[in-house]
T-cell receptor, first 109, second 116 residues
């Protein structure tokens, strides 16, 4: 089976930075995705990493180290609307996505 | 164009009944995926289609679950003899194709199934 771990909850202040870590042990690796999911809504795509390094997209950045089985999502200049669950998902060689349980981020004023 | 749509948005049924959940993927997307998400968990893979055929149904929990995609577009997830443990949000996603190096999946809003 696939094992994907991320913290259950994180809290941060508006305007601050939060880093959500994800570690994985999977049978094969073919890319790592981060999705944002607001309560009661569908997951929406945030970022994709397949090579080691940092991918930056506006206020959101994602990092990958394949040798360590590790990724993080960095959220900068937090806004209240960033309160949501953040899902780490690994695509294995059969092109299926395996998701972590999600990290609920609460942004406080 | 329109995103992935799913109907119904909510379905309440009684234990032992049969239900059908429908997914309309984004036009032109050949790959379609079904996931199940329980409260506080990430989506769990059930099955995916490339065109009309089920390319991988290894995530279906048992033979009460079945899915079809007869014309390579709309898909229906069918659950027979529903059990209370089937209660979850069923998510559908589609992508341009299966097997490309970059293959973002676009998710629908889900169907919340409650089995009483």
């Amino acid at each position: 089976g696939q094992n994907i771990d991320q913290p259950t909850e994180m809290t941060a202040t508006e305007g601050a930075i939060v880093q959500i870590n994800c570690t994985y042990q999977t049978s094969g690796f073919n890319g790592l995705f981060w999705y944002q999911q607001h309560a009661g809504e569908a997951p929406t795509f945030l970022s994709y990493n397949v090579l080691d390094g940092l991918e930056e997209k506006g206020r959101f950045s994602s990092f990958l180290s394949r040798s360590k089985g590790y990724s993080y999502l960095l959220l900068k200049e937090l806004q209240m609307k960033d309160s949501a669950s953040y899902l780490c998902a690994v695509r294995t060689n059969d092109y299926k996505l395996s998701f972590g349980a999600g990290t609920t981020v609460t942004v406080r004023a | 164009g329109a995103g992935v749509s799913q109907t119904p948005s909510n379905k309440v049924t009684e234990k032992g009944k049969y239900v059908e959940l429908r997914c309309d993927p984004i036009s032109g997307h050949t790959a379609l995926y079904w996931y199940r998400q329980s409260l506080g968990q990430g989506p769990e893979f059930l099955i995916y289609f490339q065109g009309t055929g089920a390319a991988d149904d290894s995530g279906l929990p048992n033979d009460r679950f079945f899915a079809v995609r007869p014309e390579g577009s709309v898909s229906t997830l069918k659950i027979q003899r529903t059990e209370r443990g089937d209660s979850a949000v069923y998510l559908c996603a589609s992508s341009i194709s299966w097997g490309s190096s970059y293959n973002e999946q676009f998710f629908g809003p889900g169907t919340r199934l409650t089995v009483l």
